[in-house]
């Protein structure tokens, strides 16, 4: 269903009911609270029902929804989403105020708002809670991404909604959005707060304490709604294991998810380093490139000159291929092939020649496609997926993912603002890989080249947690088992802890896994004394972590066992007051009792996007009688390439890169002089006349590299070890009076050692 054109507010915007939204962040070491409160204003003379369909973390846990009205507040409820959908119309219909909540059917990340029978002239003031998880990034910071922009979603052929009535996406140019955005976070964390980073202008950083363990920061006034708002904070000695143990809900019975205490383990695995210096030399490397017309520009650009560093970081001896998709996809070689010199040069031509032409953001067929060509032996297939895409069958196609993790690993980049939290983190969570998300100010290479270090770290196998608690206390894990686990990087367990203990006991977790052959174990001990001021945060994560495991087996299952899963979910969302894709927050006002007067007008609030694709939908059936929510087109007059920014020539570094063969080489041509910034007589003159050009060429573009670009070490250090590798292989003689000699050429001091030679 593609968007057609239309204007979608008016002039003097009065059709617009949402004024303004607060939004208040406290982080606590590596875990979010977030609070938005959400103002409407009704300025017209006609009772209306708002509806706002906007995004949220996929990984959030919803805990709370209430409304105020006047000097009355309503606090909703969790209950079975069919049930409170019915509540909510059958309170319109009556005349009264009400006010519903609910995850998309489709994607975890996306939420309908529903205000219903706002009076003439009558404020209401909508406040939402969630918790989540902090993501731990390659340069150890944690962030924080508040999706301020939604872009519609890409609904496949063929894949049209159920059920009566639709509540559309509704979405506007950033620039036409007429609510206003204000921002504030509190960090708080046991260690320092070194610094807090942001892609939007911030007001300065404020500490409150002089050990500088809590901070606070705004936005900056007048955001654009042009980005997704993203923060990055760094803690100093942070990432080191830890345990928070929570008191259960003295009103919840014992025994149950919200009556016992919780335990949320933060594990940072810490691998020996003769293990961790095994680089991988084996592998199926797929890349799985989205070139939908969202991609142009820039964003196609940044992703071709990546694959050009990935490929000329592949290790000799593996196999690779590259699919890209929109609408339909293609692949540049029938099946994967043995990764040489003959074979990257095919490859290479084809994706200089990508464009981002192919339509749509149609993943699910080429994922089956790969998943369906054989697995080589001894070469562990890694999968790599670059999508600034929105989709609204997100679990269908994170459900296939999980269906094949045992035969892969899955690396997921989420390109530009607005990309899906919910399809970009649960491609890398199910398919045992690791999640990055790239915005259109950040280079792509680095994260890339982070991930690719990842892939071709030994994988860990035969992960088990074990317990050593004290008598009389026993332990149910909450989260599925720990499918994978990299050097640096965080996994998170919850547990609940049954039984009695003494405040001074400790318990202790140990980790098991081997590595390469090894066998391993990291462990924690620690207190079980709850902690103090943490209210129920780490229950709602791990009723959330729950949660989304029941819905993920229940999807799996099909048939009576989903329904028995469903209502295992419903059984732990209602007590525990977090949302699920089967329950709803609903909140009706029975107030004064007056019944509105007159026809209610429906206006949904539009959604800041960046630019225009195919979009997706909520389905929602209503009673006969009702108001249908209409859906709202909107396409702008602008084209994707007019928001981008101008490129300059190609990176000097990148034009040496691309000269590199597939064993590590380079050659001494006149190409590499040019790449240089010599002549070629200047190249060639200084050449000791034992080596042969191959040796001396490599030579000079590794101390090129190390001394042009060691601000940029992370792109080209997999490259660069292969070149040492090649070396070694030549047994070469003079290799110190080379080194000299390039030293002397391009005026650099770079130690043969510092190569790695």
């Known amino acids: 269903m593609m968007m057609n054109c239309c204007g979608l507010l008016t002039s003097n915007k009065e059709a617009v009911p949402l004024k303004s939204v607060e939004v208040e962040l406290e982080v606590r070491d590596h875990v979010a609270t977030v609070v938005s409160t959400l103002n409407y204003e009704n300025k017209e003379d006609k009772p209306l029902e708002a509806v706002f369909v906007f995004p949220l973390p996929g990984d959030a846990a919803v805990c709370h929804f209430s409304a105020k009205i006047g000097q009355t507040e309503i606090v909703a409820e969790v209950k079975e989403k069919q049930k409170a959908r019915e509540e909510y119309d059958d309170a319109l219909s009556s005349g009264q105020q009400a006010f519903l909540?609910?995850?998309?059917?489709?994607?975890?990340?996306?939420?309908?708002?529903?205000?219903?029978?706002?009076?003439?002239?009558?404020?209401?003031?909508?406040?939402?809670?969630?918790?989540?998880?902090?993501?731990?990034?390659?340069?150890?910071?944690?962030?924080?991404?508040?999706?301020?922009?939604?872009?519609?979603?890409?609904?496949?052929?063929?894949?049209?909604?159920?059920?009566?009535?639709?509540?559309q996406m509704t979405s506007v140019p950033a620039s036409m959005v007429p609510y206003s955005l204000s921002f504030s976070a509190r960090v708080s964390s046991p260690h320092p707060v070194s610094k807090v980073e942001s892609n939007c202008p911030l007001d300065a950083l404020q500490y409150f304490n002089t050990e500088q363990t809590q901070a606070t920061v705004k936005l900056a006034a007048g955001h654009k709604f042009d980005r997704d708002v993203e923060l990055l904070i760094y803690y100093k000695d942070a990432h080191q294991p830890t345990a928070v143990v929570e008191t259960g809900q003295t009103s919840a019975k014992p025994g149950s998810l919200m009556g016992d205490p919780v335990v949320m383990l933060s594990l940072y695995p810490e691998f020996p380093q003769a293990v961790m210096s095994l680089v991988a030399s084996c592998g199926e490397f797929v890349f799985l490139l989205d070139r939908s017309g969202s991609m142009a520009g820039s964003r196609i650009k940044s992703a071709r000159e990546t694959l050009l560093l990935?490929?000329?970081?592949?290790?000799?001896?593996?196999?690779?291929?590259?699919?890209?998709?929109?609408?339909?996809?293609?692949?540049?070689?029938?099946?994967?092939?043995?990764?040489?010199?003959?074979?990257?040069?095919?490859?290479?031509?084809?994706?200089?020649?990508?464009?981002?032409?192919?339509?749509?953001?149609?993943?699910?067929?080429?994922?089956?496609?790969?998943?369906?060509?054989?697995?080589?032996?001894?070469?562990?297939?890694?999968?790599?997926?670059?999508?600034d895409g929105e989709v609204c069958n997100t679990k269908e196609v994170i459900n296939l993912v999980?269906?094949?993790?045992?035969?892969?690993?899955?690396?997921?980049?989420?390109?530009?603002?607005?990309?899906?939290?919910?399809?970009?983190?649960?491609l890398a969570k199910e398919g045992g890989g690791h999640a990055q998300f790239i915005t259109d100010t950040d280079r792509m290479q680095p994260k890339v080249m982070q991930s690719l270090r990842f892939a071709l770290q030994p994988a860990v196998i035969d992960i088990s947690v074990e317990w050593d608690l004290p008598k009389g206390v026993s332990v149910t894990a909450l989260s599925p088992p720990i499918t994978a686990l990299f050097q640096g990087q965080r996994s998170l367990v919850y547990a609940q802890l049954t039984g009695q203990s003494s405040e001074a006991a400790e318990g202790c977790v140990m980790v098991k896994y081997s590595l390469a052959g090894h066998p391993s174990q990291n462990q924690l001990h620690f207190s079980l004394k709850p902690a103090e001021d943490t209210g129920l945060t780490v229950h709602r994560l791990a009723a959330r972590t729950l949660i989304r495991s029941l819905e993920m087996e229940g999807r799996e299952s099909g048939g009576e066992q989903e329904e028995g899963v469903k209502k295992k979910v419903v059984e732990l969302s209602v007590p525990s007051g977090v949302s699920s894709a089967f329950t709803a927050f609903i909140a009706v006002n029975k107030g004064d009792g007056k019944v509105l007067q007159g026809p209610l007008v429906v206006r949904n609030v539009p959604a800041p996007r960046m630019m225009a694709c195919s979009m997706g939908r909520f389905n929602r059936s209503r009673p006969p009688g009702m108001p249908t929510k209409a859906m709202a087109h909107s396409s702008p007059s602008y084209s994707p390439e007019s928001l981008l920014p101008k490129q300059p020539?190609?990176?000097?570094?990148?034009?040496?890169?691309?000269?590199?063969?597939?064993?590590?080489?380079?050659?001494?041509?006149?190409?590499?002089?040019?790449?240089?910034?010599?002549?070629?007589?200047?190249?060639?003159?200084?050449?000791?006349?034992?080596?042969?050009?191959?040796?001396?060429?490599?030579?000079?573009?590794?101390?090129?590299?190390?001394?042009?670009?060691?601000?940029?070490?992370?792109?080209?250090?997999?490259?660069?070890?292969?070149?040492?590798?090649?070396?070694?292989?030549?047994?070469?003689?003079?290799?110190?009076?080379?080194?000299?000699?390039?030293?002397?050429?391009?005026?650099?001091?770079?130690?043969?050692?510092?190569?790695?030679?």
């Open 101 to 167: 909540l609910e995850e998309s059917d489709q994607s975890p990340d996306i939420f309908s708002l529903s205000v219903g029978s706002l009076r003439p002239g009558e404020s209401a003031s909508i406040r939402l809670e969630y918790v989540t998880e902090l993501a731990v990034q390659a340069d150890e910071g944690l962030r924080f991404c508040l999706p301020a922009v939604l872009n519609p979603r890409y609904q496949p052929q063929g894949s049209g909604g159920s059920g009566g009535g639709n509540v």
């Open 310 to 387: 990935l490929l000329k970081s592949l290790p000799i001896g593996c196999y690779f291929n590259i699919y890209s998709f929109g609408s339909s996809y293609e692949h540049i070689f029938p099946e994967s092939v043995e990764y040489s010199q003959k074979t990257m040069e095919e490859a290479l031509k084809k994706v200089e020649e990508m464009q981002a032409n192919l339509g749509g953001t149609e993943i699910l067929e080429p994922l089956k496609h790969i998943y369906s060509q054989p697995c080589i032996p001894s070469q562990p297939r890694q999968l790599f997926v670059f999508t």
């Open 402 to 426: 999980r269906k094949n993790s045992g035969s892969h690993r899955c690396f997921s980049f989420g390109i530009g603002e607005g990309a899906s939290s919910a399809l970009i983190n649960g």
């Open 649 to 757: 020539p190609r990176d000097p570094l990148l034009q040496l890169v691309s000269l590199q063969k597939a064993s590590g080489c380079w050659v001494l041509d006149p190409a590499l002089a040019d790449a240089l910034g010599k002549t070629s007589r200047e190249v060639e003159k200084p050449k000791p006349a034992s080596v042969n050009q191959e040796v001396w060429a490599t030579i000079l573009a590794l101390i090129w590299l190390h001394g042009f670009k060691m601000d940029a070490q992370e792109e080209w250090e997999l490259l660069a070890m292969k070149a040492v590798s090649w070396l070694r292989a030549q047994n070469a003689p003079c290799v110190i009076e080379c080194v000299e000699a390039a030293n002397a050429l391009l005026g650099f001091s770079v130690q043969k050692d510092a190569l790695g030679l």
